[in-house]
Every structure is written in C-alpha cells, then in structure tokens.
C-alpha cells in the first residue's frame, strides 16, 4: 500500500473501519437528518448576526445580502452533497480528503474542522447569552455585571481590545456543559431534543414573519443601500464605502458576514455512519436544509428592516428588542425564548459533529485512537471526545470576544469549502464508483464558483484574520510532523503488511491496476 503524505486512503477501506467494531447506531433518515440541518443553521445567523449585518454593514440591503450568500452556499452545499452521495463515510471534509488528495491535506482539513466547531460553538455560545439575559430582562432579572461577558472585547471605533469589567461569561459557559451532557447520553436522546427544539424555532419564526409584516412601515427601507452595494475586500482594497476601523461597508459586505448564518449544513456529512441510506438522505437533507432557511432568512431581513429603521436595530437581540421598540414588549419574551431554542439547536448540531471527526481522526490514528475512538459501551457515542470538546469550548466561549472567534472560525469554515469545492473536481478523475450516485450539474462551474466565492470572501476579511489563520495551520502542520505521521495507520499499514485484512488486500490489488469497485458493506 502507498505511504506518504499524499497517499490516498481507499474507499473500501474507509467503510470496511466505518463497519467493523463500536460503529454508531443506524438510525438517522431523511427527515431526521433535514431537522438536524435546520436546527444547525438557524441560529445565530438569524438572531445575533442579522443585527450586527444590518446596523453595521448593509441596511435595508440586508436582503439582497441573504440572496447572494444563499447563491454562493448553495454551490458549496452541491459540492458537499456529491462527496455525501460517492463517499459515504463519516468525517465530513477529512474523510472527503483522505479519499482524494491524501493524508496530509486530509489532517490540514480535520484540524481545521476542529478549529471550526471549537470556535464556532463558543461564539454561538455567546449569543446564547445575549437572548438568555434579554430573556431575564424582560422578567425583570438581571445577573451580577461580572458574569454577563467576557473579560476583553472589541471597541468599535478603534477596533481593538478594550477591557469590559467582565470577569467571564457563565450563561455561555453553563449552556455548552448542558448540551455536552445531553449529547454523551446518545444520539436518539439527541434527535428528540433537537426536535422539540426546532419545533419552537420554526414556529417563532414564522410568528416574527406573520406578526412582523403589520409592523413594516416602507419608509424604513429607504434608503435601500444606506453604504451602498459595495464592501468587497481584495488584501485591503476595499470597493465601497469604508468604516473608521477599516472593515468595508454595503450589500456584499453583510453578504461576506451572512454567509456564517448558513454554515451548518455541511456538519450531516459527519452523520454519515449513523444514517440509514447515506447515499441517499444525506445530499437531500443537506440540498433541502439549505434551500428552507434561505426562504427564511430572507423573509426575516425583509421584516426586520421594516420594522426598524437600519440604525436603531439592536445588535445583540435584534428581533426581540425590535418588537420591544413598535411596542409589543410581550413578544419580546416570546422571540427570546425562540431564539434561545434555535441557538441551542444549533450547539447541539456543533457539540455532535465535533467528536465525530474526532473519531474518524482517532480511527485513522492521527490522533490518539484510545482516547478518541472510545465509544460508551451503553449510549454507543464517543463520549471521551464530546467532554474533550465541551471542556475546550467553555473557557473559549467564557473569555474569549465574540469577533475573535467568530472571525477566526469564518476563516477557517471558508478555507474548508474552498478545499472541497476544488477536491470535487479530484474525485471525479479518482473515481469511487463506477455509477456515480450523485453529481453536481453544470460540470465544472459549480465547483469553481464554489472555490471563487469562499477565496473572495476570505479575502475580504482582515488581514489580521489571515494571519491567525496561518499561525494555526502551521501549529497544525508541527503536530502532524511530530506525531500524526508516525502514528497513522496507513503508514503503518505500508511499512507491516501483516496487519492489512483480505478487504484491504483487495482494495490495494484494484488500486493498483486502477479499477475502482463498490464497497461489499451494505447500506
């Protein structure tokens, strides 16, 4: 067997690991899997982000902002749904690697996953907060100002840290260590959760739709494009309007910003073993969970923008506090206790994903396989990974600033896309299948734009965001150096063929002469 660091993990023997022992419990369909993407993309996005959008960056635009972002995450979704239907393995963008660009891109990508799920639990996490403390406001309850934030934030004006008078954030850090022990007891307990969950969130959102568009008053959105339709950054040459701090302001920047509402969709790819006809349900619930909270989102921003002028819009609970200020404070309550339930949905989606690439990792022994791929004998998750994950993010999301880890994680989310949008492309000369079971249409052109918007939108972004983004890929590359090269079981593999199974040996044979095969394992 090829060993190296691009050599490529075959298909087979990706799914002969997925089957073999401690393998998680089948019993994900389509709709299970659609209400996971939806509870794991609205969340955030549509109750934190869209304020911060629309107040800061694009106005009444806001709108076309959702259009163009749900453009863009429409060709990725694509990408990830015929990765989803030809290698129907768990570990998400890492396994999609180690099927065909080879080991080292593949870790590059799972630790880039982890910086994902890490960070972006912990700035969900902190909106969470945010609508928890509106919540106890409009019950007249206020918590102790030291365990309402974070310690430093960014000042706007100046765009640096500046010291809050926090000591740390303890609704954000209570939040992760519940859903954390929710998630150890198991995927079913999981599903109902979740379901209860978005059940909530849907019905909130359509009230704010249904109740909130005899609330517009047009004159709100006008004008339309306050900063205009600009704010595309390429290495700080920014098109459009610029603010004190240097950000770029208009349509395309709150479209640049927007685009992190969507992100989620790609976490039911690291369902993938769980689910009872991956090929399948797989890229119809990512396609289908994509397209619901587009329709969403936009409608939102249209009656958000009309409720409230741009520039009155609350940045932290934009929603709630816009009902507050057309005076229907009732609902106000009733919009925290929505936007608590999505933004939990969400956590719970992140808190899930995270330890399932971990074990994917484990298993190819990159990581340590011990520790990670330890499944509960009882509640069949990978319950050392999941309190690994939830014990990393509560000092994260206690401490750290909100911009910080959502920038840094926006980075790292954009750089994963554009890697399998580009790796789409490899697996069609590679092959895994002789019948493909699911293409992108338009042959090459949704994969390319798909690389083309996640590299204009990263270089839109700071530049101080590249650089942290280069620091931790490069701590990345010393761990593989260090240890995950050595500790891989591929390399293993090549150097000791005693421990390659007769699976294997097939899988090496047609490798070699370059026929490709389905798995034996069913589906």
Known sequence: MRSGPFARKPLALLQQEAGEEH??????????????????????????????????????????????????????????????????VGGSAYSYAYATLGELPAWILGWNLVTCYLLGAASVAQGWSHYFQSFLGACHVALPAALTGVPWDVNPATGKLAATGALFDLPAALIIALMTAIIVRGIRASLKFNLTMLIVKLAVILFVIGVGAFYIHPQNWHPFAPFGFGGLSLFGKTWGQVAPGGQGLGMFAGAALVFYAYIGFDALSAYTEECQKPRRDVPIAILTSVGICAALYIAVAAVLTGMVRYDQINS??????????VGLPWAQSLVAVGALTGITSVLLVMLLSLPRILLAMGRDGVIPARFFNAVHPRYQTPWKGTLLAGGLIIPLTALLPLGVLFSLALMAVLFGYAVICASVLILRRVGTTREPAFRTPFGPLVPIFGVLTCLLLMASLPAENWLRLAVWLALGLAVYFLYSRQHSVLARRALDPTTITPLTHAVVASTASGATQESPLKE
């Not at 955030?44 to 163009?68: E, K, R």
């Not at 694509?78 to 990765?83: D, G, I, K, S, V």
């Not at 932290?316 to 200020?325: L, T």
């Open 316 to 325: 932290h609970a934009p929603i709630s506090e816009a009902f507050r200020q």
């Open 23 to 88: 393998r998680l419990r089948r019993v994900l369909g389509p709709a299970s899997l659609t209400g996971l993407g939806v509870g794991g993309i609205i969340g955030t996005g549509i109750f934190v982000m869209i304020g911060m959008a629309a107040h800061d960056l694009a106005g009444p635009a806001l709108t076309l902002s959702f259009v163009v972002a749900a453009l863009a995450c429409i060709a990725i979704a694509l990408c990830y749904a015929e990765f989803a239907a030809n290698v129907p």
